[in-house]
């Protein structure tokens, strides 16, 4: 089945698939994008499956259904509390692409690199770049996944949250701050979706490691920035520090991978 998909033109693939999904998404009435944030889906996805086939759209695509479901847990009590995402989590083109931003940048590597328009030369410093770019992707995604589970779930459930800087408890839903349910249900999201990575070929049982270890790095990491400078800078939204989240636990990840294979050899 795959190798069928494979052989058909990806762009023809891509944009039929996708509009198709689209024109369904449009007239469902439980809404999970905007209209405009339908659009610029549309486009992510198409980028996705023209440069990661789809493989790299599976990943995508888990996050998506997963997020928007976890996102939508205990839901009337977040809104009774006020601490609901807005539009009661509708997602709109800022949340597309500060979820997304990290690994659709890592997929238009590999497609350049694909391509043959760029060749890494064999005293470039970094080794089997490819595969690092698809370990960033995916673990832009785990983490990504694990930070949304993680809010979620502990505005939803959490017993007792605390600010991540100074361990002092605070309401549930404030910037910064973490609980145990929380922080456990953003670890097996961020492991879920690491082996679907592993599960369509994109990464190692090794690259699973490393995206689920950073993507724990990165989602305290982003809890730090929401307690210590999110509120001192207008132009630091959730939206940025959704983009520096997912920067991270890409980074982290191709770093672990590098030091790994250094220490081997």
């Not at 132009?235 to 220490?263: K, R």
């Amino acid at each position: 089945m795959s190798s069928l998909i494979d052989s058909v033109n990806p762009w023809l693939v891509a944009v039929g698939l996708n509009t198709i999904l689209l024109g369904l998404a449009w007239i469902v009435p439980k809404k999970l994008l905007t209209p405009a944030g339908l659009f610029h889906a549309w486009f992510l996805s198409i980028l996705i499956w023209v440069t990661l086939g789809w493989q790299g759209y599976a990943v995508v695509m888990f996050y998506f259904l997963v997020g928007s479901g976890v996102t939508r847990i205990g839901m009337a009590q977040k809104e009774a509390e006020g601490i609901a995402e807005k539009r009661s989590g509708a997602r709109g083109p800022e949340n597309v692409w500060g979820s997304a931003l990290t690994g659709a940048l890592c997929a238009l590597g590999v497609g350049i690199i694909n391509s043959g328009f760029f060749v890494p030369s064999s005293q470039f410093l970094v080794p089997n770049l490819q595969s690092l770019l698809l370990l960033g992707y995916v673990a832009s995604f785990s983490t990504k996944l694990a930070d949304t589970t993680a809010s979620e779930v502990g505005k939803a459930y959490g017993k007792s949250t605390f600010l991540i800087t100074t361990l002092q408890p605070v309401p549930r839903g404030t910037e910064g701050a973490i609980s145990l349910e929380g922080t456990l249900a953003g670890i097996v999201a961020s492991v879920a979706i690491a082996f679907v990575g592993w599960a369509v070929g994109l990464i190692d049982l090794l690259g699973v490691a490393w995206c689920v270890l950073a993507a724990f790095i990165a989602t305290n990491l982003e809890s730090v920035i929401g307690a210590t400078l999110q509120s001192k800078y207008t132009w630091l939204t959730n939206e940025v520090v959704n983009i520096f989240n997912t920067l991270i636990g890409a980074i982290a990840a191709v770093l672990l991978a590098w030091t790994w294979i250094s220490i081997i050899k």
